[in-house]
């Protein structure tokens, strides 16, 4: 009869779940750094027009 050989099958299910799972980290990763590098940008522009006239005009 057949007989089976199990014996690459951990490493292509390995392979798999990785390229399943790695486009999902890359954004949520992306998204993450993209959420941080805004907000530490929108900081440095508010300390750096603090007192300006244009911010009265920003509403």
Do not use: Y
Request: glycine letters at 12%.
């Amino acid at each position: 009869m057949f007989t089976a050989r199990l014996g690459g099958v951990p490493g292509a299910i390995a392979i798999v779940v990785v390229l399943l799972l790695s486009p999902v980290l890359i954004c949520m990763g992306g998204a993450a750094l993209a959420a941080v590098l805004g907000s530490m940008l929108n900081h440095d522009a508010e300390v750096r027009a603090k007192g300006s006239e244009l911010l009265d005009l920003n509403v």
